[in-house]
């Protein structure tokens, strides 16, 4: 039906409406008009038909953009609050700033956090050291060995490729919370779980999906480069070190940021593995002191200060490399 | 240098055999071997890694689960190991099977935890109620966002923010905001965290849904950056409208990506965790009340318990069921192309 309707000439269609029309539809065809659509025989115009569309699609976007964005607005807004009580009210802007509190200054909170982890016998420096002990030795050390098994299962010929290829890929399979058990007896055993080495030495051998991004990325560099090597005699490891590094950097750079930021990020890993309190990074301190204290009336919005700390670095980080990023994950998309 | 005079005297040789009888030893040619040894070098680092700590941690799991190592054993775990459960090798198995109450409902101690197996499961499935919502909204931004307009990247940098920020952070910040005194909840007028089980799972959906949005999105406009322009132009000409063309040539043509990100998203979505353990903290020990708790909560219960032959057992479970769920969901695709 509808298609048939659709086919039918506009001109004779006009001709009948305007006769019969009453002054409501005549209104509502010049209303629709406005925005381009030729309704009850009225000619269409592309070019405001886009632009309503556009601005329906940017209504869209940006009330989306609003529901992503607000939480840390809050979040932010909310660690300036005098107690919980003001905190909780805060909509915009809390109604009364930690500046109202006895002796406090505008980041009254962040001050006040690093007092009560003292008291807590945490060190803030000492923790944020821990966390950025677990997310950059990992990732650097995992990223060459990752970037050396990418560039043999991209470049080089040998037996049992095919094998390891995916008998490394079957690994994928293998859910994490299946295994963390016996992981955590195995390092327990080997008292790694006291020293923080049970975060640090696994990620050293390189991760799985890294090496296939890369390995990915290395197939479209011209093979041509490594034979002109060769031939200039140039071995194996200079090949890798001197040409492959250097020009896959860009994947690599872009695989170690999202690492680094999953390291950062990282609450699993050290919940389970690390059992000594020297040794928590920034997250496990996050959530036991909201556990302890994050319903207090005085450090309500401390709590808040130490979690809009532990998210800054990573959205500092993701702002300046977001190119990087999502053109990252969208090269990962377009591969599937 | 010495591979280039390798290649040569391989060459040599190689014509020397032709002309001649073929020598009675095989030689070894040198710059084949070197990149045989450089390459499982290259990949050596990867191959130990991948064995020891996942393929090792497999086996020993499982080896786990049929031992009655705990944290009470007084044993090391190698010498746990040395000793099947005296219950019988399957005992962890059948425990997760045993009825945990009689008819009547009067607790049954130490014979199973059948009714709690099955409600958390059934709860990491709740969960996972938001991977259609999330997959509708990403795909309806995705495809609103292949529009050209101005600053669709800007937007696509604001949606993948969420996705990006500490778990534990979004966790704080979702307990005062979804709390009892909370924003939404005066803006709702319902109680979300402090309400009842439904409305904790649903903040739970709510907050993975909006961390999640972004990373979809983003493979969705890849894949919809990746849709062959021509086909549209074509159906344009033949006068199908722009309903039409999405569901007849973007869809399929989109389809791997969007099942892509379904199966990624359900093999995560099992494995929920670290959301609701920090929106309820303590609900998740194994013996509490499970009305929330996720599978994997459970897992991690009876470890914090100690019990770690029975958090493995658990563990081996799970494993099968996700490899269970990831068979299906490529059978059905399967049968959706024939």
Same mark, same amino acid.
């Given at each position: 039906?509808?298609?048939?309707?659709?086919?039918?000439?506009?001109?004779?269609?006009?001709?009948?409406?305007?006769?019969?029309?009453?002054?409501?539809?005549?209104?509502?065809?010049?209303?629709?008009?406005?925005?381009?659509?030729?309704?009850?025989?009225?000619?269409?115009?592309?070019?405001?038909? %886009?632009?309503?569309?556009?601005?329906?699609?940017?209504?869209?976007?940006?009330?989306?953009?609003?529901?992503?964005?607000?939480?840390?607005?809050?979040?932010?807004?909310?660690?300036?609050?005098?107690?919980?009580?003001?905190?909780?009210?805060?909509?915009?802007?809390?109604?009364?700033?930690?500046?109202?509190?006895?002796?406090?200054?505008?980041? +009254?909170?962040?001050?006040?956090?690093?007092? $009560?982890?003292?008291?807590?016998?945490?060190?803030?420096?000492?923790?944020?050291?821990?966390?950025?002990?677990?997310?950059?030795?990992?990732?650097?050390?995992? /990223?060459?060995?990752?970037?050396?098994?990418?560039?043999?299962?991209?470049?080089?010929?040998?037996?049992?490729?095919?094998?390891?290829?995916?008998?490394? /890929?079957?690994?994928?399979?293998?859910?994490?919370?299946?295994?963390?058990?016996?992981?955590?007896?195995?390092?327990?055993?080997?008292?790694?779980?006291?020293?923080?080495?049970?975060?640090?030495?696994?990620?050293?051998?390189?991760?799985?999906?890294?090496?296939?991004?890369?390995?990915?990325?290395?197939?479209?560099?011209?093979?041509?480069?490594?034979?002109?090597?060769?031939?200039?005699?140039?071995?194996?490891?200079?090949?890798?070190?001197?040409?492959?590094?250097?020009?896959?950097?860009?994947?690599?750079?872009?695989?170690?940021?999202?690492?680094?930021?999953?390291?950062?990020?990282?609450?699993?890993?050290?919940?389970?593995?690390?059992?000594?309190?020297?040794?928590?990074? /920034?997250?496990?301190?996050?959530?036991?002191?909201?556990?302890?204290?994050?319903?207090?009336?005085? =450090?309500?919005?401390?709590?808040?200060?130490? @979690?809009?700390?532990?998210?800054?670095?990573?959205?500092?980080?993701?702002?300046?490399?977001?190119?990087?990023?999502?053109?990252?994950?969208?090269?990962?998309?377009?591969?599937? | 240098?010495?591979?280039?005079?390798?290649?040569?005297?391989?060459?040599?040789?190689?014509?020397?055999?032709?002309?001649?009888?073929?020598?009675?030893?095989?030689?070894?040619?040198?710059?084949?071997?070197?990149?045989?040894?450089?390459?499982?070098? *290259?990949?050596?680092?990867?191959?130990?890694?991948?064995?020891?700590? $996942?393929? *090792?941690?497999?086996?020993?799991?499982?080896?786990?689960?049929?031992?009655?190592?705990?944290?009470?054993?007084?044993?090391?775990?190698?010498?746990?190991?040395?000793?099947?459960?005296?219950?019988?090798?399957?005992?962890?198995?059948?425990?997760?099977?045993?009825?945990?109450?009689?008819?009547?409902?009067?607790?049954?101690?130490?014979?199973?935890?059948?009714?709690?197996?099955?409600?958390?499961?059934?709860?990491?499935?709740?969960?996972?109620?938001?991977?259609?919502?999330?997959?509708?909204?990403?795909?309806?931004?995705?495809?609103? /966002? =292949?529009?050209?307009? %101005?600053?669709?990247?800007?937007?696509?940098?604001? +949606?993948?923010?969420?996705?990006?920020?500490?778990?534990?952070?979004?966790?704080?910040?979702?307990?005062?905001?979804?709390?009892?005194?909370?924003?939404?909840?005066?803006?709702?007028?319902?109680?979300?965290?402090?309400?009842?089980?439904?409305?904790? %799972?649903?903040?739970?959906?709510?907050?993975?849904?909006?961390?999640?949005?972004?990373?979809?999105?983003?493979?969705?406009?890849?894949?919809?950056?990746?849709?062959?322009?021509?086909?549209?132009?074509?159906?344009?000409?033949?006068?199908?409208?722009?309903?039409?063309?999405?569901?007849? $040539?973007?869809?399929?043509?989109?389809?791997?990506?969007?099942?892509?990100?379904?199966?990624?998203?359900?093999?995560?979505?099992?494995?929920?965790?670290?959301?609701?353990?920090?929106?309820?903290?303590?609900?998740?020990?194994?013996?509490?009340?499970?009305?929330?708790?996720? *599978?994997?909560?459970?897992?991690?219960?009876?470890?914090?318990?100690?019990?770690?032959?029975?958090?493995?057992?658990?563990?081996?479970?799970?494993?099968? $069921?996700?490899?269970?769920?990831?068979?299906?969901?490529?059978?059905?695709? %399967?049968?959706?192309? @024939?």
């Amino acid at each position: 039906m509808t298609e048939v309707i659709n086919e039918m000439p506009p001109v004779e269609n006009a001709g009948e409406g305007q006769k019969e029309l009453n002054p409501f539809f005549k209104a509502l065809r010049t209303f629709c008009g406005w925005f381009g659509f030729g309704i009850f025989g009225a000619t269409s115009n592309k070019r405001r038909r %886009k632009v309503f569309y556009d601005v329906i699609t940017y209504i869209i976007l940006v009330f989306f953009a609003f529901i992503m964005i607000y939480p840390f607005w809050w979040m932010i807004a909310a660690s300036f609050a005098r107690n919980r009580a003001s905190m909780l009210d805060t909509v915009w802007w809390p109604s009364e700033l930690a500046t109202e509190n006895r002796g406090g200054t505008f980041f +009254y909170h962040y001050t006040n956090i690093m007092r $009560i982890m003292e008291n807590n016998n945490f060190d803030y420096w000492r923790v944020v050291l821990n966390t950025l002990i677990y997310s950059i030795v990992p990732v650097v050390i995992g /990223l060459i060995t990752s970037t050396m098994a990418a560039f043999a299962f991209a470049k080089l010929n040998f037996k049992g490729k095919n094998f390891v290829f995916f008998y490394c /890929l079957a690994a994928i399979m293998v859910p994490g919370p299946s295994i963390m058990i016996a992981q955590f007896c195995v390092y327990s055993e080997l008292n790694w779980t006291m020293n923080g080495l049970s975060m640090i030495i696994p990620g050293c051998f390189g991760a799985i999906m890294t090496a296939f991004f890369i390995r990915q990325f290395l197939f479209s560099m011209p093979t041509s480069i490594i034979e002109a090597a060769k031939i200039d005699g140039a071995g194996y490891w200079r090949i890798f070190w001197g040409f492959v590094m250097p020009l896959a950097m860009p994947a690599v750079m872009a695989q170690g940021i999202l690492s680094f930021i999953g390291c950062w990020n990282n609450y699993l890993g050290p919940l389970i593995f690390v059992r000594s309190s020297e040794w928590y990074p /920034l997250a496990l301190v996050v959530s036991q002191l909201n556990t302890e204290i994050g319903t207090n009336v005085d =450090s309500a919005p401390s709590v808040m200060a130490l @979690a809009v700390l532990a998210l800054l670095p990573v959205l500092v980080l993701f702002a300046v490399f977001q190119k990087t990023i999502i053109g990252s994950i969208m090269l990962t998309g377009s591969k599937e | 240098m010495e591979e280039q005079t390798a290649v040569q005297e391989n060459t040599g040789s190689r014509q020397a055999e032709t002309a001649f009888e073929p020598p009675k030893k095989r030689r070894i040619n040198r710059s084949v071997l070197a990149e045989n040894l450089w390459g499982w070098f *290259f990949v050596c680092f990867l191959v130990i890694g991948t064995t020891a700590f $996942i393929y *090792f941690a497999l086996v020993l799991s499982v080896w786990m689960s049929f031992t009655n190592y705990s944290n009470s054993s007084g044993t090391t775990l190698w010498e746990a190991l040395k000793h099947i459960n005296p219950n019988g090798w399957g005992y962890w198995y059948k425990f997760m099977f045993s009825p945990e109450y009689t008819a009547d409902g009067t607790a049954l101690s130490g014979t199973g935890i059948n009714e709690r197996f099955w409600t958390t499961l059934l709860n990491a499935v709740i969960y996972m109620i938001g991977i259609p919502i999330g997959m509708a909204l990403s795909l309806f931004l995705a495809v609103l /966002l =292949s529009r050209d307009i %101005k600053g669709a990247g800007a937007f696509r940098v604001i +949606y993948y923010i969420p996705t990006v920020a500490s778990v534990v952070s979004i966790a704080v910040l979702w307990n005062n905001l979804f709390g009892n005194e909370g924003v939404i909840v005066e803006l709702f007028g319902t109680r979300f965290l402090g309400g009842s089980a439904f409305m904790q %799972k649903v903040t739970v959906v709510i907050m993975t849904t909006w961390k999640g949005l972004g990373g979809s999105v983003l493979l969705l406009c890849a894949g919809l950056n990746g849709v062959n322009a021509s086909y549209h132009e074509a159906a344009q000409i033949d006068g199908a409208n722009a309903w039409r063309i999405f569901w007849r $040539i973007t869809m399929p043509q989109l389809w791997p990506t969007i099942f892509y990100c379904i199966v990624t998203s359900v093999i995560g979505g099992m494995q929920i965790f670290s959301e609701p353990q920090l929106l309820y903290g303590s609900y998740l020990v194994g013996d509490a009340s499970v009305d929330v708790t996720p *599978f994997v909560g459970m897992i991690y219960g009876y470890y914090g318990q100690g019990n770690y032959a029975l958090s493995s057992a658990l563990g081996v479970v799970l494993a099968v $069921i996700i490899f269970l769920l990831t068979l299906v969901q490529f059978a059905l695709d %399967k049968r959706r192309d @024939a």
